[in-house]
Structure formats: C-alpha cells, structure tokens
C-alpha cells in the first residue's frame, strides 16, 4: 500500500541554524512530492512541488527539496531558520489519478 | 477573497445532531477533497469528488456523507455527530493539468466540537 512516513514528530532549531525535515514514501512508481506548510490556526499552504525533471526543487520562503529516488526520500531544507517558519510541514506524495497521500507531519518549533 | 471558502469556521454541536459543513470555489477546478486533521494522525481523506457525477470513499468515510452541488460546492454532513468526530476538518480543490500533479489548494478549515 501507498505511505508515506514523516520520521521526526517535533523539531526544535535555533533562529538562523539550518533545517532539514525528512520525509519518506513507499509507491511503486516515480510519484509526485509536495511539500506543505500550516501555520497556526491556518490551511495548509503549498511550498514546493516535485513532478520530474531536476531533483532538487526550489519553494517559496527559501526552502528547497531533493528528490532521491533510491533512498524513496524528499527531504525538506532551509539553510537559515526564521522565527516565523514554526509551524506544521507535511509532506505529500500522489500517484498517477489517485488522491495525495499525506505524511502524519512534523512540528517545527524556533527558539532564539 | 479566498479561492477555496468553509462556513462555518467554528461550530460547537451536540451528540446526535445533523451537521453540515460547506465548502466552495473560485478556483474553476473539478475535484474537491474532504479531509479530518487530529493531532498526531495528519490529514485524513473522507471523500473526494473528480466531477459533479463522481464521489468516492476516502479512508475516513464511515459516519458521514457528501453531496457535490455544482462545481463550485461540495458539503459534507454528519449523519449523527459524535464526540469522536471532533477535529479540524479541511476542503481541498485540484486540477491536474493532463492527469499529472494533483497539486491540492486548502481552506481554511472548520474546527467542529462535538459535545
């Protein structure tokens, strides 16, 4: 069956210390990735998106992903944190005509 | 004004009640998503419709039902609510442009307490 695992629950980074949030997916095809963010009290926004092409993708906000197939991963990545970049982040995989499978998330928390 | 709109925001109901919860766009898409958050489990999907005709099962669907209205309008009702129907719950639009990225765009959600 599809999955999609985010190992890390709760992060907590310093302001302006780097960032990765891992994300892992079991498909059997090449799948589309996403990345999203919710703030507090918010939707869910997107950051980036992965359909083919170069494996590394830019988002807004300065994050970036990497696609790597042979390790099915899509780590999410920021090389300076922001206080306002505490939130929620799930990653999301879909394949094909089916629905986004969504990730449980991860909880960033920023301290100074 | 939002793409994607959820009324009511929040709403505070009582075991056993009927409950609907609306979702519309602006966005011109034709598939519209129901989801559930909870704390630790992620999105969960309840329904999904693919065109006005379309409705299908989600992971989540027991306890409740949809009803896709137009293009623009998909709602999605408890039957008869119960406490553990508490959550925050989600409307997606998508329009994969020739089936591939099923890129999802949000409301703002409804947090609905059952008591």
């Known amino acids: 069956a599809q999955s999609v695992t985010q190992p890390d629950i709760h992060i907590t980074v310093s302001e302006g210390a780097s960032l990765e949030l891992r994300c892992n997916y079991s498909?059997?095809?090449?799948?589309?990735l996403f990345w999203y963010v919710q703030s507090p009290g918010q939707g869910l926004q997107l950051l980036l998106k992965?359909?083919?092409?170069?494996?590394l993708v830019q988002g807004i906000k300065g994050f970036e992903a990497e696609f790597k197939r042979s390790q099915s991963s899509f780590n999410l990545r920021k090389p300076s944190v922001h206080w306002s970049d505490a939130a929620e982040y799930f990653c999301?995989?879909?394949?094909?005509?089916?629905?986004?499978?969504f990730g449980k998330g991860t909880r960033l928390s920023v301290i100074a | 004004d939002a793409d994607v709109t959820q009324t009511p925001r929040n709403r505070i109901t009582k075991t056993g009640k009927r409950i609907m919860l609306e979702c519309s766009q602006t966005k011109g898409h034709d598939r519209m998503y129901w989801y559930r958050q909870d704390p630790g489990l992620g999105l969960r999907l309840i329904y999904y419709s693919f065109d006005v005709k379309d409705i299908n099962k989600g992971e989540i669907s027991d306890g409740y039902s949809v009803s896709r209205q137009a293009q623009a309008k998909f709602s999605l009702s408890l039957e008869s609510a119960i406490p553990n129907q508490t959550a925050l719950y989600f409307c997606?639009?998508?329009?994969?442009?020739?089936?591939?990225?099923?890129?999802?765009?949000f409301g703002p959600g409804t947090r609905l307490t059952v008591t």
């Open positions: 992965y359909f083919s092409g170069d494996t």
């Open positions: 997606a639009t998508s329009s994969p442009r020739g089936g591939v990225g099923d890129e999802q765009y």
């Open positions: 999301a995989v879909g394949e094909g005509n089916t629905p986004l499978v």
């Open positions: 498909y059997g095809a090449t799948p589309y």
